[in-house]
């Protein structure tokens, strides 16, 4: 017990002190200025190039997910995510340990060249959260979660950081076995966060991006939008497009759909008029639509 309320302990206490790191000593490794100037340098593009024009440039919700974009990539880990995954993690370690397993690498990448093994944490990883996302949009209880990220009514680059607490819960839980089995040795994973965060930014905004042929390789914000299409087609009844950053996967395995480019496709949920809008409300709503069902 005693190394468990250790763990607690330094992981709010080093996560205090990476976030003061982070916000104190600006660097060109400081996530928390590269997740501000990405955002800035996104929303200008949309203020100055705007796919929809009749889009406000302070669109509905908009400082809401203001406020998503700082709770669920730096207050919510500080308030309880980083410390819980510390215990997560021992408790795990612990649990391997009764049957004798010790080490939970069963294939060692970490002699590879570097740039080839962020490209591969990049490629895995990204078919990870594909997959992840599509049991969201198909297992009840996970839908209730998302339901937060598609609840908003006018997609811009911050609508990408609009999501339930619980999805950083899931998603980590489910990632971190299949990865913590791959012996990557790289240093510089934050170079796979900024280009995860700038392509799914970009996913989300009000910007019109002809990728051409990269159309079937990387997801953009025209295939995108149809993802978040309140009105989905009796072919598709939970959903399309579940890429992150690639849309590979959605033509590999037939999840694409993608009939045109309309700029003025109405998106959300079907039943919004009866979603909270706010933050509380948003967050309590699924653990009550879960238990409401039981």
């Given at each position: 017990m005693e190394k468990y309320i250790k763990a607690i302990s330094d992981g709010y206490y080093g996560y205090w002190n990476y976030l003061v790191n982070e916000v104190l000593h600006p660097s060109w490794h400081n996530y928390f200025y590269w997740l501000i100037g990405a955002s800035i340098v996104i929303w200008l593009l949309e203020v100055f190039f705007p796919w929809r024009k009749n889009q406000p440039i302070i669109r509905e919700h908009f400082w809401l997910d203001i406020f998503y974009l700082f709770w669920n990539y730096f207050l919510f880990a500080l308030v309880a995510y980083n410390?819980?995954?510390?215990?997560?993690?021992?408790a795990f370690n612990d649990f391997l340990g009764l049957f004798g397993i010790t080490n939970t690498v069963a294939v060692k990448v970490d002699q590879l060249p570097g740039w080839l093994q962020l490209v591969l944490i990049f490629i895995i990883r990204d078919f990870m959260q594909w997959a992840i996302h599509r049991m969201y949009h198909n297992v009840g209880w996970m839908w209730e979660f998302h339901k937060v990220h598609h609840s908003t009514r006018e997609m811009?680059?911050?609508?990408l950081l609009r999501y339930h607490w619980m999805e950083n819960i899931l998603y980590r839980t489910l990632e971190y076995i299949p990865?913590?089995?791959?012996?990557?040795?790289?240093?510089?994973?934050?170079?796979?966060?900024?280009?995860?965060?700038?392509v799914g930014q970009l996913g989300h905004a009000n910007l019109y991006i002809p990728l051409g042929?990269?159309?079937?390789?990387?997801?953009?914000?025209?295939?995108?939008?149809?993802h978040h299409a309140k009105n989905l087609p009796e072919t598709h009844p939970n959903g399309f497009n579940y890429g992150i950053s690639l849309s590979l996967w959605d033509f590999l395995f037939k999840t694409n759909y993608w009939p045109s480019d309309d700029e003025n496709l109405p998106v959300g949920l079907p039943d919004e008029e009866n979603y909270p809008e706010d933050f509380i409300g948003q967050n309590l709503a699924p653990f009550q639509r879960i238990f409401k069902r039981k």
């Amino acid at each position: 017990m005693e190394k468990y309320i250790k763990a607690i302990s330094d992981g709010y206490y080093g996560y205090w002190n990476y976030l003061v790191n982070e916000v104190l000593h600006p660097s060109w490794h400081n996530y928390f200025y590269w997740l501000i100037g990405a955002s800035i340098v996104i929303w200008l593009l949309e203020v100055f190039f705007p796919w929809r024009k009749n889009q406000p440039i302070i669109r509905e919700h908009f400082w809401l997910d203001i406020f998503y974009l700082f709770w669920n990539y730096f207050l919510f880990a500080l308030v309880a995510y980083n410390a819980l995954s510390m215990v997560a993690v021992e408790a795990f370690n612990d649990f391997l340990g009764l049957f004798g397993i010790t080490n939970t690498v069963a294939v060692k990448v970490d002699q590879l060249p570097g740039w080839l093994q962020l490209v591969l944490i990049f490629i895995i990883r990204d078919f990870m959260q594909w997959a992840i996302h599509r049991m969201y949009h198909n297992v009840g209880w996970m839908w209730e979660f998302h339901k937060v990220h598609h609840s908003t009514r006018e997609m811009g680059f911050a609508a990408l950081l609009r999501y339930h607490w619980m999805e950083n819960i899931l998603y980590r839980t489910l990632e971190y076995i299949p990865l913590a089995m791959i012996g990557f040795g790289i240093t510089d994973f934050f170079i796979v966060h900024i280009f995860t965060l700038v392509v799914g930014q970009l996913g989300h905004a009000n910007l019109y991006i002809p990728l051409g042929p990269f159309r079937y390789i990387i997801n953009g914000p025209q295939m995108h939008l149809w993802h978040h299409a309140k009105n989905l087609p009796e072919t598709h009844p939970n959903g399309f497009n579940y890429g992150i950053s690639l849309s590979l996967w959605d033509f590999l395995f037939k999840t694409n759909y993608w009939p045109s480019d309309d700029e003025n496709l109405p998106v959300g949920l079907p039943d919004e008029e009866n979603y909270p809008e706010d933050f509380i409300g948003q967050n309590l709503a699924p653990f009550q639509r879960i238990f409401k069902r039981k």
